[in-house]
């Protein structure tokens, strides 16, 4: 209900957000909501409040995250690949800092809403944090250089018209084939980023036959190997094309998915889920930069568009489990063994022609 419900709540936020200063207080809107979400989760003292709070933090979320991320590519037109990657390593420290807090608050006596509670102060935080900052400046009227990150040179300038988008025209970016080619790979790869992710830990006990404790281990190094392939990205992402980044992780994952799945001894399958993990890191930030790229001077319509398509793509971890339950899990997970084959061939061609049609 979280992710149905609040996602579209979420989902109109780029095309009402635009850009500047309204984007602006949207994002200090979304984080003060953020913050009081999560300190209502702390509190709550019934099945109903609890989900109310979770629900409130979607869209929340979608406006304290998803618009200063779209304000980031704006910033710096050139440079949203390697944007992306530093902007996904915080993403991955903050994966891998949530259950270490939890543990260092349960060790001192605290319970979960003490590590909530935590968790909204820090949000307050980076509330001020945004106040002091003010609104992004984003590159007006200015030609895109040739990027290596985005692998393709810009030919056209960010502007800023002081138009709110329509869904028309969110609608005709999307018959561009760029633009729905990325949006279809941030799906297909999410099967194994965050669908893997979250199944992991289950594989691992009800299939390897791991000892629950063994199995946490086993989502700690699946949190740890992003982690160290979110920060080789940051570096890679200055010399190679985010195409070519994909690309040869996508080859390197047709042989090392299967091998996860058919390794025998668990650390086996361990040393093998690390560096599956490390290896497929950059697949999110490259496909989101390339999203951006596609839709130059228009990151509003490409937070819509990421909104919509990330409703969509919820079934994902949806078939799986539906395929888990008439299958079992380990024939539900090989499913998911075509994803690098798809990410191969619906990955753009360098020199792929941009949306033009929502510019006009």
Known sequence: MPLLVGGLLELPLGLVAGRGGRRHLLVLAGGVLVTAS?????????LGALMAAFVAFFPAAG???SLTEAALMDAAPGRRQQRMAAWNLAGSVGAVGGPVLLAVVLTLGGTWRSAYLLLAAAAAAAVCAAVFAGPASPANSLPEPASVGSGSAGSGAEREDGRRPTVRQALAALGEGETARWLALLQIGDLLLDVLTGYVGIYLVD???ASPALAAIGVAIRLGGRLVGDGAFVVISRVVSGRTA???SAVAALALYPAFLLAGPLAAKLAILAVLSAVTACWYPAMQAGLYDSLPGHSDIAVFL?????LAGAIGPLAVGFLAQRTGLGWALAAM?????????LLPRPGASRS?????
Not at 306 to 310: I, P
Not at 356 to 360: A, E, G, H, K, S
């Open 207 to 209: 299939v390897a036959h």
């Open 356 to 360: 033009r049609r929502v510019l006009r």
């Open 38 to 46: 999560l300190a209502a989760v702390a509190v709550s003292r019934s």
């Open 246 to 248: 994909v690309a040869a």
């Open 306 to 310: 990421s909104s919509a398509a990330s």
């Open 63 to 65: 406006a304290f995250v």
């Open 337 to 345: 063994a075509a994803a690098p084959a798809d990410v191969l061939v």
